[in-house]
T-cell receptor
Framework: GAVVSQHPSRVICKSGTSVKIECRSL??????MFWYRQFPKKSLMLMAT?????????EQGVEKDKFLINHASLTLSTLTVTSAHPEDSSFYIC????????????FGPGTRLLVL | AQTVTQSQPEMSVQEAETVTLSCTYD???????LFWYKQPPSRQMILVIR??????QNATENRFSVNFQKAAKSFSLKISDSQLGDAAMYFC??????????FGKGITLSVRP
């Protein structure tokens, strides 16, 4: 149980285009999902918290107009990187918590984004 | 604000031996949870073990166990009978009232055959 998927696993795009990353909880309903960014050999940096049916809460320093988050259902959250630039290249990871276990986050496999 | 400190960036262990990874944290909350996550080269974050602060008994999951010292704010992970598949980056993490995870910097564990 507690499986989280992400799609795509890797994406290459041109500078100025937008990229959408999907995060799905496969076998549970996720009341809350989180989006992280990770640089090589570094720890995870929380970008935003996404609650189903409400606006995402962004961490300080994260541009909400650049990283659009939508949590339209209890099993799906999306992160759209708008007008991507090479400095947005990174590894993006989502996690989800179940309604009956709010303390434990289960992670997706991550999405590697390369902006050329 | 809560902080999690993993002071050792790297460790190495011989296959079949035991290794302990250190973690300390700082918090003013009384109710919280602590975790160890494993991130192998695939970069999939895998939950290894979790500990509720209100429980005095140390959590155990097969070859993985923790030494939770609440007063000292210490939460170390012991891996027994180390296997090649244990080679990964390990993150200690904390969550409290705001449900956000605070991660340590991580430690890279290598296993020597």
């Amino acid at each position: 149980g507690a499986v989280v998927s992400q799609h795509p696993s890797r994406v290459i795009c041109k500078s100025g285009t937008s990229v959408k990353i999907e995060c799905r909880s496969l076998d549970f309903q996720a009341t809350t999902m989180f989006w992280y960014r990770q640089f090589p050999k570094k720890s995870l940096m929380l970008m935003a918290t996404s609650n189903e049916g409400s606006k995402a809460t962004y961490e300080q320093g994260v541009e909400k107009d650049k990283f659009l988050i939508n949590h339209a259902s209890l099993t799906l959250s999306t992160l759209t990187v708008t007008s991507a630039h090479p400095e947005d290249s990174s590894f993006y990871i989502c996690s989800a918590v179940a309604g009956n276990d709010k303390e434990t986050q289960y992670f997706g496999p991550g999405t590697r984004l390369l902006v050329l | 604000a809560q902080t999690v400190t993993q002071s050792q960036p790297e460790m190495s262990v011989q296959e079949a031996e035991t290794v302990t990874l250190s973690c300390t944290y700082d918090t003013s909350e009384s109710d919280y949870y602590l975790f160890w996550y494993k991130q192998p080269p695939s970069r999939q974050m895998i939950l290894v073990i979790r500990q509720e602060a209100y429980k005095q008994q140390n959590a155990t999951e097969n070859r993985f166990s923790v030494n939770f010292q609440k007063a000292a704010k210490s939460f170390s992970l012991k891996i027994s009978d180390s296997q090649l598949g244990d080679a990964a980056m390990y993150f200690c993490a904390y969550t409290g009232a705001n449900s956000k995870l605070t991660f340590g910097k991580g430690i890279t564990l290598s296993v020597r055959p």
